[in-house]
């Protein structure tokens, strides 16, 4: 199967011959920019497809180093900013909750009913 870049040769009985590049690949779907200027879509037949030489790099999917140091540095911009925000779920509850003093407070978790 072809790749983005590969230079590539389809022939066919009704158009002859004709040369290319992939330009991108779903599937088995390709689309080929001729040496015309020209794109097109298809779906090679068997046999109709010839890969003639492995192209240069295609659209490259790593970032440049320039690219790599600015997400570095909003990646940790995003980590400070965490450790300082409120805390989330359960342990927030309990620790935003109001803390209840007094002998009514005690005497519910004893069991027992306050004295008068």
Not at 19 to 45: K, Q, Y
Request: charged share 30%; proline share 7%; hydrophobic share 35%.
């Amino acid at each position: 199967m072809p790749k983005v870049g590969d230079r590539v040769e389809v022939v066919s009985k009704k158009a002859g011959s004709r040369s290319g590049v992939v330009r991108r690949v779903a599937g088995a779907l390709l689309t080929i920019e001729w040496e015309s200027g020209e794109e097109s879509t298809l779906i090679p037949g068997p046999g109709v497809l010839s890969v003639v030489g492995a192209g240069g790099r295609g659209p490259s999917t790593r970032k440049s180093p320039a690219k790599q140091a600015a997400a570095r540095k909003a990646a940790s911009g995003k980590k400070a900013a965490a450790k300082g925000s409120p805390a989330t779920g359960k342990a927030a509850a309990k620790a935003s909750a109001p803390k209840r003093s007094g002998a009514k407070s005690s005497a519910k978790k004893t069991g027992k009913k306050p004295a008068r």
